[in-house]
């Protein structure tokens, strides 16, 4: 039995391009045969070719490019670069770098896999530059093997705190640079207990061995650091950016880490959050933190990414004046151009946590003079734990079109993020993962969709979302054109339906405390995390405007003024920005109470529809992967009906309005 | 250092009694001085004599009276009864059997240690027989060391899966049977993992030794039992009540245990409840169960204590028609008359689950001809985790005196669980306890007069709330007038503002879930729990009148009419009676919206005052009791500011009403 699936590189033999002569003789441009990416791409070409058109091809090597040295994105997305072409003699790939000659084949290999006609695909020459210099994943993984907000298994890193290297390893690998992923985070953001201890003796062995198989496919080694390690490790008693002792001990640290690990590109810093320890416990800014930290690791061309995520984790659910929202803008606009450059911010997409509606973070538009990564989650905390089948790349297309309006052209997120807007000397996009050592990696076999698609927007953020769900419904389930339409059908319209059955109108959470699956309208509503949803017997919203926290007038024109203003506002947002009365009617024409009715009696009934759909497929996919989705959507019905009729009865019960349809409400 | 507090067995020296002469010599008469009670009896009053006096007193040795084999609860109370009088000679201690002569010491030790005069205390001979046969505790020991609810620490009976018996095993004998405690269950109703094993030979010789050292202070040794142990330890298939084979493994166990336990008196046993295993599985009824068992112990005179704890834990909050309040009733009246005679039906008090305020369990005046006991809970899962200070006995009180008009006279609950309403065979109270590992044994050391209290109002129900803490107060922190008085003054009222401050008119729950410590109004409201406060813009409360579930019915008459009545209903039970408009107007002149109002803003300025109160304790009583308590006073605050916050904010929210003093509403 095998102990994990082949997912989109199953290689399955496949009916069309058999008879493509082409298909004999490669030749690559860009690395010569000796480069270790260049070895994995070809022997990933005559392991693809062989299994699914029982071809062997002959690969030509050529001349290596002159190898530049790295300095900045830009020079990271030319290496990235391929082009593909075809002549009378064969297919020839040409590489900005032995990585991109692998993108290339990767390419290749999609194209045969999902039964499209090479002679077509690649008439025309087709060269792809990656969208974005840095496209990473994260993982929550604790050495201990758990994972946080981990809905499908284990750690394959990590048993019982020590790093595990084994045939998955390399799958893992294969599996996301064949979407072009090329930076990982091998730890949990939240590091401690063992996770101390990676930047030492004990584990170097191990990490320099993953980095080199990482590297073997144009994957670079990020480590999650602790940045109170001169206390936790160092046996200082400060952690002060600015105290000499710290920057010496961290200077002699990490000579020793990146002598250890040479494939080590840089590290993830989660300071001064949720009772994390940061450079505000010693009166300093986090530019402070970050620069200390990317001043000394420079010397190794390597980059401290720092994450946005800082708030006051101990609100008072009576303050009103206190908005979490503003946060991140608050506590890291004032410092932007401080930050040097081998430091990234990293913002989440939206300014809460991965709500399934946010408005996109004003930071995004608002930092011009900083090195920006954009962060989304992929692990679907919020989003159904990978029982519910969301599907989030149309989420993610909206946050990257989102027009920031931070100059006069390029100004959306994918532009900013691309480095083009602000020719930042890094950027990228990461997404917090969603693996785990589940026999299918992602629990929800359709979950494995978020993981393909992430990176295949990171590489092309003008791939649309159905173009990305064909191609992964294709690769991985089946390319019956029946099996196809359904799982599509499935797939695009799934994160909708999980926006409809659970928090409306853009005001978020609601979610069960702790586990944050299911339902629970006052969950969180007189805690201390700063999610609220104000609701009353008169109104519900947030009133985040000029009159209320100001948080609207963050972003900027035309956006503030859209924003700020209930009739200009978005339905889809309206209550995160606005505090609004049940009976204000929204620009559906709907009143928000009869909105809150409608769109969860929908959603409830959609998501039936949805595993009816999937019910068809008996017979017609795989019996695993059907039974996966089956029970899963058993789960994800319970869970919805839950939805529909707790936040029904709640506002109900709240409002005394009743359904104009008259439905059963409890 | 002290590895645990003696509480009220410090025996501190003591200023009166010092010249009473007559306390040189005793004469015990009921047992000879061979038996080992006696010998614990006489150690004590010694110790305590010594400790407290400076006297060293001669005792002189009766005949043992005739030993009646114990066939009943009656005589069970004629053994534990004792006299004392006084002569020129001395003291003289006559008891019912050795049990009843270290009561008797127990009595002349507390007088001493409460400062009272001799002479006067028994200058008319004072005959006490205990109230209730069983006076119980129940331990919810895990056998890993844990607690379920526990609040003090972990288990003194278990660390990591074995008993341990020490110094503090037989401190707690001496502690408990000084109250007059005389039956302990030493583990968690639910039974499982190690626990399971407790009826084999890994345990007996453990057991045996606990049983002896409990035998010696007149203490009876009770286990939980696994229903399921057939199945589990036996390798049986099936546990069904009716099934010979099921019969025989029990018949050979029960031989072996008892042969191994000598001391053994009986099994609690928590069937079918919130997934426990119980004969329901295999269709049989509750009396099929315990009869069962019952039979088979009888050959060893001992007795099988059956909880009545059943209902659906699985409800859907949709439904209004099923009411978990019926349950108990539901399940056991039909059968009442059908258990046999050394069966005892353990009944909570209330008929939801150890609520703040609850009505008496319709049991308890209902069942006629079946053995009874009546349950308790002194760890404050529901009440404050022996954080917040909670005095329960005066909410005993209330539920011993409670009326059921079950019989013309003799009908309170006190009568019934006495033994005399329906002439049981054997009946009783018992406790969930609070102790653990704590220092204090209790957490809070205010919390120790919840145990002492239980204890003594057991042995004598006509004990006030006010005498039983004026002993503990004066005999574990301090017989000082002003302390006494402070003291008396923070614990009396402590259980009703308590009640202020958390949910309101015997409506419940509104804990957070899990936990049960801290607000969470709507923590339980869509949940599977059957605890439901049904508040929406108008109005709360559950109907449970016959127009409703029809709970109020099962009282006898005229309970039923007063609770089946809003007009009649006493306040403090009115919302779990009846659904009502806030503006229904309360006995009291308030309308409901403005009772919780103000009973949540005076409950918690009240706890403010208690908090105040005890800081004027400082420097007067000992530092690590007033720095104990100090501290909890501290979390009591800020709790009962949420309690206070949440509720009037949540109602406020939902009503629309606001309060009519203007104060400040979130």
Redesign the interface.
Known sequence: MKDHAKLWLAYTPKKNNRECALLSKFSFAGADGTDSIVKNAAAELKCGLKSMLDIEPEIVYGDTAAQIKISNGKDMQAREEYSISLSGEGVFIEGGSAAGILYGVFDILRTIACEKNIEEAYKAKKTVRPSNPLRMLNHWDNMDGSIERGYSGESFFYVNNEIVIDERTKDYARLIASVGINAVVINNVNVKDAASYMITDRYFDKLALLGEIFAGYGIGLYMSLNYASTIEIGGLDSADPLDEKVISWWKTKMAEVFSRIPTLKGFLVKADSEGRPGPFTYGRTQADGANMLADIVKDYNAIIIWRCFVYNCRQD??DRKTDRARAGYDNFMPMDGDYHDNVILQIKNGPMDFQIREPVSPLLGGLKKTNQMLEVQIAQEYTGHQIDVCYLIPDFKEILGFKTYCSESNDTVADIISGDTFNSRFSGIAAVTNTGNDFNWTGNYLAGANLFGFGRLAFDTELSAEQIAEEFVRMTISDDEEVLATVLGILLPSREIYERYTSPLGIGWMVQPATHYG????GYE?DRWGTYHR????GIGVDRTDKGTGYALLYNEPNASVYNDPEKCPDELVLFFHHLPYTHVLHSGKTVIQHIYDSHFEGYDEAKQLAAKWETLKGKVDEDIFENVRERFERQLVNAR?WC??VN??F?????IPDEKGREI?
């Open positions: 659910w009576r339902c629970s309208v006052d007189y609701a009353d017997h008169l839950e009729d707790q009865s709640y109900y019960r709240k409002s005394g409890y």
